[in-house]
């Protein structure tokens, strides 16, 4: 399971590059250029964060404060762009205005509509999250985690760093990172533990 194509592939829909084009003004291609070259960049940039104790904290809560189960282009037609500035500011920090130049000199869209891409995506990739992780049941959440956490380590902060890695399939990962005790199914179990 790879979380970026997953992403991708909701946020590169028909209906959803017809909400960001709504909202926008921007063409499809260059929507779907912005979206394309910014989740990559977002999912490393909380893989990052969540390598320590108060990025995993900030995480969690992130996650607990998203569970929009409408369809993504919904949640993108419906964003409080307010809130997904907030939640971009605090997944890149201090590289925001960077970041959100170079996917403007990327896609072709000007600062104002790549800005408002972004914010407009950001709530749904954390409700995509939260809902990928959703349990199915309270008996079957807590025989799961249960179950789990044995082979998990105990660290808030390594279990969402190994969380984001088992997604991301980037080129420099070293054997280590892919040797690090943590697969699909042990994630998902510990991320409904939390959540």
């Known amino acids: 399971m790879d979380l970026v194509k997953m992403l991708l592939s909701s946020m590169t829909s028909e209906s959803s590059l017809s909400a960001l084009t709504g909202k926008t003004g921007g063409s499809a291609d260059q929507i779907e250029n912005a979206v394309t070259s910014a989740i990559p960049s977002l999912v490393g940039s909380m893989t990052k964060n969540a390598s320590s104790s108060s990025g995993a904290k900030s995480l969690l809560g992130a996650l607990a404060q998203h569970k929009d189960t409408n369809s993504i282009s919904s949640q993108i037609e419906n964003a409080d762009e307010e809130d997904g500035g907030k939640i971009i500011g605090k997944i890149m920090g201090g590289d925001k205005d960077d970041f959100i130049s170079q996917i403007a000199a990327k896609s072709g869209l000007n600062l104002g509509q790549t800005n408002s891409v972004l914010s407009s995506i950001a709530p749904a990739i954390l409700s995509f999250i939260s809902d990928m992780a959703k349990p199915d049941t309270a008996e079957s ?43 699909t199914g042990d994630l998902l179990g510990m991320l409904k533990k939390f959540m």
């Open 141 to 183: 959440q807590a025989k799961e985690a249960a179950e789990r956490a044995e082979k998990a380590k105990s660290d808030d902060s390594s279990f969402l760093g190994g969380f984001f890695k088992s997604f991301m399939k980037s080129s420099d990962d070293n054997e280590d990172e892919k040797d690090d005790g943590f697969d």
